[in-house]
């Protein structure tokens, strides 16, 4: 079985400065590997993902990830907050059974608070 | 065009009553899943379905029962809805199994 850690609740970071929220996780077999991002009474939007290939990897918005085996991390960054950020980020992984239907693992998610 | 809907966006019923939540996408994706989020925003599967065939049954009361007509519609019915059923019900499709999951905006679901 999977599992997640999101390190940190809640993220308050001024604007324009580094982003970084973290996430662990643990998996049996190679993960794919996802970051989402969920805006007041919104569903889930992807920013990001991981599956195979380059280990850096650039999402919308302005966010990259970059996956880590030896450290089973997958942590989420942004050079420089906006005030649009501020969110719940979540970070989630699956294992990809050839066709068949994995539901997500999340972590808990992140609170992000972007201070003026 | 929305690509995964859910309807009702809010319901708010009595305990003990039965309701059902519709979800839809129009993305053609082969797998629909159930998602519930509770009121510290922690999201589990509930199920999965790939091709109209339940994949995944997580440990959720059997009265929950998701039904799903075709590829493109998958429905949670609740009978005998309890206090702990109040949550965010989130419907979510994807191509296939491990493929990014695209959601719905969420059914607020509250019991009095």
């Known amino acids: 079985a999977q599992s997640v850690t999101q390190l940190g609740s809640h993220v308050s970071v001024s604007e324009g400065a580094l982003v970084l929220l973290r996430c662990n996780y643990s998996s049996s077999v190679p993960p794919y590997l996802f970051w989402y991002v969920q805006y007041p009474n919104q569903g889930l939007q992807l920013l990001l993902k991981y599956t195979t290939g380059a280990t850096l990897v650039k999402g919308i918005n302005g966010f990259e990830a970059e996956f880590k085996k030896s450290e089973t991390s997958f942590h989420l960054t942004k050079p420089s907050a906006h005030m649009s950020d501020a969110a719940e980020y979540f970070c989630a992984v699956t294992l990809y059974s050839g066709g068949g239907a994995d539901g997500l693992t999340f972590g808990k998610g992140t609170h992000l608070i972007i201070q003026p | 065009d929305t690509a995964v809907s859910q309807t009702p966006k809010y319901l708010v019923t009595q305990m003990g009553n039965d309701k059902s939540i519709k979800c839809e996408q129009n993305?053609?994706?082969?797998?629909m899943y159930w998602y519930k989020q509770d009121s510290k925003k922690f999201l589990k599967i509930m199920f999965s379905y790939n091709n109209k065939e339940l994949i995944i049954n997580e440990t959720v009361p059997n009265r929950f029962s998701p039904k799903s007509p075709d590829k493109a519609h998958l429905n949670l019915h609740i009978n005998s809805l309890e206090l702990g059923d109040s949550a965010v019900y989130f419907c979510?499709?994807?191509?296939?199994?491990?493929?990014?999951?695209?959601f719905g905006d969420g059914t607020r679901l509250s019991i009095l």
């Open positions: 979510a499709s994807s191509r296939e199994g491990g493929k990014p999951q695209h």
């Open positions: 993305l053609g994706h082969d797998t």
